[in-house]
């Protein structure tokens, strides 16, 4: 079956099609700046990227659009609608209502709306990709994939403030945690390529992209995560703070004259290493500019490396262990300085970094860890639109 997986923000969506039997990517893509103009990217496998200017006030337009490039006589990939099987989005809050993917009925709609005070941002953006899809394909089953589903398992401990109790019981604020997707299908794999029952394994997942969020996995499930309520909490990001002293905040508002709203912009958008740097929040860009010498890059990817470093620690006690560490994303697969910085801390766990392999190991399944580590760890690529065709599929049958 074809799974169409669907990635929608406010004004971006991604798309792939995905071969569910062969697990191969027919086409992706992405619509950008919807509502404004309109971009349509459309690469077919094996095909020519294709960009064009597209007029795209809405959501559904969009859709249009990608169906148009999907079916396109000359560089389309499949002849008609009726050969997408499905189509499986990615929900961002299920807040505590969802601890699985779902398929998608009105009932869920609704009690994702539910959850949007805790994701204003997400989730009515994903719903406006949800809703568009059903009135262009009526007849096509669809789910939804949260990412907030897999950290479910969370226990009590690990996911309450210590704040007063009755904002728990009013408004549901807790830890959540995001990229459930994410960890859920790197340690599985890191499971299969150790060749052990996740059952028995306690893993640390460390997904470290532009958002980065590292998990404490014990048998197969998330007791542990950093990022929490919000995507803002844990590590430092590209443009997000992660943890701080909460009077931080009142401190910089009443010095810079500013409201909540810019604060939590500051927050959000202008801190991480792009705040610390003053560079750039892309660690390509922070590399070459400390190879350079510029003291504010390195510090930056410095202080990034010490909150994982850190996390990890918390996460070894936090599971009385670790069996296997895991990097993945854009930096966790990419970045062998990254990697060095926080691997080489771990001679603790009786880790030694297999330097070779971490500098040869861009994006592949490599451990890089020398055999005689006490604890392997591994580069492990992630692929969220395919964990989200999988559970798509896994829902239909
Ligand atoms: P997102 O959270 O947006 O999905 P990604 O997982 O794509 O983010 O990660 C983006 C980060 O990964 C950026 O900081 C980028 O510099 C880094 N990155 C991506 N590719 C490479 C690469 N080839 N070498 C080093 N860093 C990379």
């Not at 089953?141 to 904002?167: K, N, S």
């Not at 599985?188 to 590292?214: D, F, Q, W, Y």
């Not at 994982?308 to 296997?324: E, F, H, P, R, S």
Request: hydrophobic share 40%.
């Amino acid at each position: 079956m074809n799974v169409l997986v669907i990635n929608c923000g406010s004004s971006s969506l991604k798309y792939q099609v995905i071969n569910s039997d062969t697990e191969q990517v027919l086409a992706k893509g992405l619509c950008e700046r919807i509502g404004i103009d309109g971009r349509l990217v459309y690469t077919p496998a094996g095909g020519e990227k294709e960009i064009s200017n597209l007029d795209m006030p809405t959501h559904k337009q969009a859709i249009q659009y990608v169906i148009d490039a999907l079916t396109n006589e000359k560089t389309g990939v499949i002849k008609s609608l009726d050969e997408i099987g499905a189509v499986g989005h990615r929900l961002v809050h299920g807040g505590e209502k969802f601890a699985c993917s779902t398929l998608i009925t009105e009932d869920v709609i609704k009690a994702v709306e539910e959850c949007s005070d805790l994701a204003p941002l997400h989730n009515p953006a994903n719903l406006i990709g949800v809703r568009a899809c059903q009135e262009l394909m009526p007849n096509t089953p669809m789910a939804g994939v949260f990412d907030t589903a897999f950290h479910q398992t969370m226990p009590l401990e690990a996911y309450m403030y210590g704040i007063p109790y009755e904002y728990y019981e009013k408004y549901k604020i807790r830890k959540y945690g995001f990229h459930g997707t994410s960890h859920s299908f790197v340690s599985k794999r890191t499971a299969e390529l150790l060749g052990k029952p996740i059952e028995n394994l306690k893993i640390i997942v460390c997904h470290l992209g532009n958002g980065s969020s590292v998990c404490a996995v014990n048998g197969g499930k998330s007791v542990d995560t950093s990022m929490g309520l919000s995507p803002l909490e844990g590590l430092i990001m590209g443009t997000r703070s992660g943890d701080i002293d909460p009077s931080v905040m009142e401190f910089i508002c009443k010095k810079e004259n500013m409201d909540i709203n810019g604060i939590m912009d500051v927050l959000n958008k202008k801190s991480g290493v792009q705040g610390l740097s003053g560079v750039s929040s892309d660690f390509r860009d922070l590399q070459a500019g400390a190879a350079d010498g510029n003291k504010r890059c390195e510090m930056a990817v410095d202080v990034f490396c010490y909150r994982v470093l850190k996390y990890i620690g918390a996460y070894v006690a936090a599971m009385n262990g670790v069996d296997a560490i895991a990097f993945t994303a854009g930096l966790g697969e990419n970045d062998e300085i990254v990697r060095r910085k926080i691997v080489s801390r771990l001679g603790y766990l009786g880790i030694t970094l297999d330097e070779e392999a971490n500098e040869n190991g861009r994006g592949k399944e490599i451990a890089i860890s020398t055999p005689d580590s006490k604890v392997p760890v591994w580069i492990v690529p992630t692929n969220e639109e395919l964990a989200i065709a999988r559970e798509t599929v896994a829902l239909l049958k």
